[in-house]
């Protein structure tokens, strides 16, 4: 597994014998972060855009209120206490609707399952706390199913984003990488995906596409 400090890795092949020290990966943040930023990413998605665009209101409304509560009138914080509660009535209803496909709010050191759906598998790699990487395992054929890709693209663009990538220009190079490597005969893997100091490595099999995420 990766971790974030150097490595030394005690190679045998017969009577060969090697010491080689293998480099500190960089964490991709802290894991509770990252799960609250797509949890909530994903929660506030489900709701209708009408709702949305309530809470966009509310949440600036909210803050602007933290900045002028010494001068508001005592009608102005009753309104702004009603607003507030309608705020957290919405995020309950998302949070609601998108229990079963958030990530768990923490993991433990070691490799996890963090998210099954049928349009793929996402698995993280933690150590004390810290995100060293993310695996995504795609079957091939959620790119066949509109439906299922979209599950997908909503899923791993959360994803990319939570970790502070640009999630546009990965599926622009996604797309643009996936397209070029067709022409090629038996491409098992494309170029390396980059964004905002993210990595994405993509590769393939006959029955599903590997996402790798790390730093």
Do not use: C
């Not at 509770?32 to 949890?39: D, P």
């Not at 509560?69 to 509660?85: G, H, I, N």
């Not at 433990?108 to 995504?136: C, N």
């Amino acid at each position: 597994p990766v971790s974030d400090v150097a490595q030394k890795v005690n190679l045998k092949a017969g009577s060969m014998q090697t010491n080689v020290t293998v480099k500190a990966g960089q964490s991709l943040g802290t894991y509770s972060t990252i799960a609250a930023k797509f949890n909530q990413m994903l929660a506030v998605s489900s709701l209708p855009k009408a709702d949305q665009a309530k809470l966009k209101q509310a949440q600036a409304a909210s803050a602007n209120a933290q900045k002028n509560a010494a001068t508001m009138s005592p009608t102005e914080k009753m309104a702004m206490a009603q607003q507030a509660q309608q705020l957290k009535t919405l995020m309950a209803q998302a949070n609601a609707n998108t229990k079963a496909s958030q990530l768990p709010a923490t993991a433990k050191t070691g490799i996890h399952s963090i998210l099954k759906s049928a349009s793929g598998d996402y698995r993280a790699s933690i150590v004390d706390g810290k995100a060293m990487g993310f695996a995504v395992v795609v079957p091939l054929s959620v790119l066949k199913n509109s439906k299922k890709m979209q599950t997908f693209a909503t899923d791993f663009g959360l994803l990319t984003t939570s970790v502070g990538a640009d999630a546009k220009s990965v599926f622009s190079q996604f797309k643009k990488l996936t397209k070029d490597a067709k022409s090629k005969n038996n491409a098992t893997t494309i170029s390396t995906i980059k964004s905002h100091g993210v990595k994405i490595d993509v590769g393939y099999s006959t029955t599903a596409l590997y996402l790798y995420v790390t730093k």
